[in-house]
């Protein structure tokens, strides 16, 4: 048993040389892969562990100053753009906390086409009535006059009937008249106030004929002054 003991063979130098190689080359990979990490690799771990924790703690810190902002801006009412784009951008980076964002009351409100609205559109109602349709354009008092007069007339007849429907045409002009003032239309259908307005523009009338008769006769003066004087010096 001695003897076949001390016949077993033994690791060659060769072999033994060969790992030690390996070995080393093993080292220095390793020290070459470390030396060209940050700070030489010497920390590399616990750095790295630092770093991530502190990027976790900033966006915990983002998200919950987005989230104090989205409920004072939700107690004050509104906000702007580009604090709109921040607190999105915020909320994202909150990781698979970030839910979908409830938009506020002005972000709904700024997407509505208030124009398509019925009743608030540019439009004024009164426009549908063809025969209300031309009144927008400019009359001459004497045309709003007998028109004036002859509409407060047939009010007058429609009212005084005994019949339901004149009573509601009655109503209907009425109404629509009403319409036409809250829709900042002038309506100019008092016979009284047309009168004076006639009376204030045959004055203003009067008036510049008057001044356009002085100036004409002061023309006339300062020429035949002019051509005295010329006569007087031939």
């Known amino acids: 048993a001695a003897g076949a003991s001390s016949s077993a063979p033994l690791p060659s130098s060769a072999n033994a040389s060969r790992i030690e190689s390996l070995r080393a080359r093993l080292r220095a990979k390793i020290a070459e892969r470390r030396a060209s990490r940050p700070n030489g690799g010497g920390e590399d771990d616990s750095v790295g ?11 915990r810190k983002r998200a919950e100053e987005a989230k104090r902002r989205r409920s004072q801006l939700g107690k004050s009412g509104g906000k702007t ?10 909320f994202k980076m909150g990781g698979a906390n970030a839910a979908a964002k409830t938009p ?18 540019a439009k004024p109602t009164y426009l549908d009535n063809k025969s209300l349709s031309g009144a927008g354009k400019k009359k001459s008092l004497d045309r709003l006059l007998a028109e004036a007069e002859k509409k407060a007339e047939k009010l007058k007849r429609l009212k005084a009937s005994r019949d339901e429907d004149d009573r509601a045409r009655a109503d209907k002009m009425e109404w629509g008249d009403a319409l036409r003032e809250a829709t900042g239309t002038r309506v100019r259908d008092d016979p009284s106030l047309i009168k004076k307005a006639m009376k204030r523009k045959a004055k203003k009338k009067e008036r510049s004929a008057k001044a356009w008769k002085d100036r004409t006769k002061a023309t006339r003066e300062k020429m035949d002054e002019r051509q005295r004087i010329r006569g007087h010096n031939s």
């Not at 753009?81 to 915020?90: C, F, H, V, W």
């Open 104 to 121: 506020s009351l002005t972000e709904d409100l700024a997407g509505v086409g208030f124009g398509s609205l019925a009743g608030l559109d």
């Open 81 to 90: 753009e580009a604090e709109k784009g921040r607190g999105r951008t915020e």
């Open 49 to 59: 562990v630092s770093k991530r924790s502190a990027r976790r703690a900033e966006k």
